[in-house]
């Protein structure tokens, strides 16, 4: 009867206690309306913040480790976290800076030849176009002495023929001794050397034909050389052609002599960012792939505060307007300001959004990311770190 009595005794008082915490809350949350009748609050948030992956560039072996950059260690901007073998890149570099090396030879080559090029291909045209000019006045030469040589022979054989008229009537005249021997002799000499002159004009006229066959054939070759050698602009274009082509090789070349400089240096892991080291995953000798994850950097003074809002505290909600973040880690309130508002409903950005089509629609009060920028964390304070919890609230417009 007693034990009876005294765990009615007990419940009552549980009921009691509880009657009295429900009344209390119910008149703190009163009075917290009474004097924040403009605020909308939400538990669900967090910080949020820059977690930066720091991936290898390249694939290769470990062959170092910094011993300071372990999980949870701070580590800045510059450190190198590991090194890579360079002998697997530099192979490469070396023989790509013996192709630039040649690439830059020939290129300069090239340069030189352009303008050896240019003036010889000028100077053989101007040469073929003189040379022609030449063959063309020895032509206009032997066609005058073959005309000079023509009348010649005409007149010598106008010559000849009177002299051998003159021995013919002559010899008639001695045959009868109306004439001394000695005329005769002097009219047949007269007629010999008249003879003979004809020949050797004739023989003149010949070669002065011979001369203009010469000069007509040297015209020819000339012309030939000539449409040859006003191939110079080709020429010329050939050679520039060259030096560019030339450049263009020591461009691709000298392109893949940085690519694999690059590449070499990437056998630096160098942290881009300060923060706290987290999912370190390397040791020395471990062969890693390119773009493999070796860690994260959370640069812990680079964030922000995530809050989820219910569509129904939307309505006053604007960019601009003052917040308390309250973090329930260190029990710190932070103020800061309403940075955007998202462009969506949370469910929206899930991997598979909910599809109402079906017509087995719920309504469901839908939750919209905001984003709060915290005011002073510039100053050494309390340390945030992205995931923490927090609550906030927004004063908004009445």
Excluded: C
Aim: hydrophobic share 40%; aromatic share 4%; charged share 20%.
């Amino acid at each position: 009867m007693a034990l009876t009595e005294t765990i009615g005794r007990k419940a009552s008082n549980s009921l009691l206690v509880g009657l009295f915490v429900a009344v209390l809350i119910s008149a703190l949350l009163g009075w917290h309306f009474v004097l924040h009748p403009n605020e909308v609050s939400t538990d669900d948030a967090q910080i949020d913040g820059h977690v930066h992956p720091i991936n290898t560039r390249i694939g290769g072996t470990i062959t170092w480790v910094n011993p300071n950059v372990e999980d949870t260690y701070y580590v800045t901007a510059g450190t190198v976290i590991a090194h890579l073998d360079p002998n697997d890149y530099q192979p490469t570099v070396n023989r790509l800076e013996g192709d630039v090396q040649a690439s830059v030879a020939q290129e300069r080559a090239a340069a030189l030849n352009l303008p050896i090029a240019s003036a010889t291909a000028l100077s053989r045209l101007t040469s073929a176009q003189a040379s022609l000019v030449e063959a063309e006045a020895d032509l206009e030469s032997a066609l005058s002495q073959k005309t000079a040589a023509e009348a010649t022979v005409a007149q010598t054989e106008a010559n000849y023929r009177r002299a051998e008229d003159d021995r013919v009537r002559y010899q008639a005249l001695v045959a009868t001794h109306e004439i001394s021997r000695s005329e005769y002799d002097q009219r047949e000499a007269d007629s010999k050397g008249t003879g003979a002159l004809l020949a050797a004009a004739q023989a003149n006229s010949a070669g002065a034909g011979q001369k203009i066959e010469a000069a007509r054939q040297k015209i020819k070759e000339r012309q030939s050389d000539l449409r040859m050698a006003e191939t110079a602009p080709e020429s010329i274009a050939s050679a520039r052609a060259n030096v560019l082509r030339a450049s263009g090789e020591t461009k691709k070349s000298q392109a893949a002599l940085w690519n694999a400089q690059l590449d070499l240096g990437y056998t630096n892991l160098v942290a881009p960012v300060s923060g706290i080291v987290g999912r370190k995953s390397m040791e020395v000798g471990q062969r890693v792939a390119a773009n493999q994850l070796m860690l994260t950097l959370v640069p812990p003074r680079d964030v922000w505060a995530i809050a989820n809002f219910r569509e129904t505290q939307m309505k006053k909600m604007r960019i601009g307007q003052s917040a308390t973040v309250h973090v329930d880690s260190i029990g710190h309130d932070f103020q800061g300001t309403v940075e955007s508002i998202g462009g969506a409903t949370g469910s929206k950005y899930s991997v598979i959004a909910p599809d109402n089509a079906t017509g087995n629609y719920v309504k469901v009060v839908q939750r919209i990311p905001v984003r709060i920028r915290l005011n002073g964390l510039e100053a050494a304070g309390p340390l945030l770190l992205p995931g923490m919890s927090i609550e906030v609230s927004v004063r908004v417009s009445p």
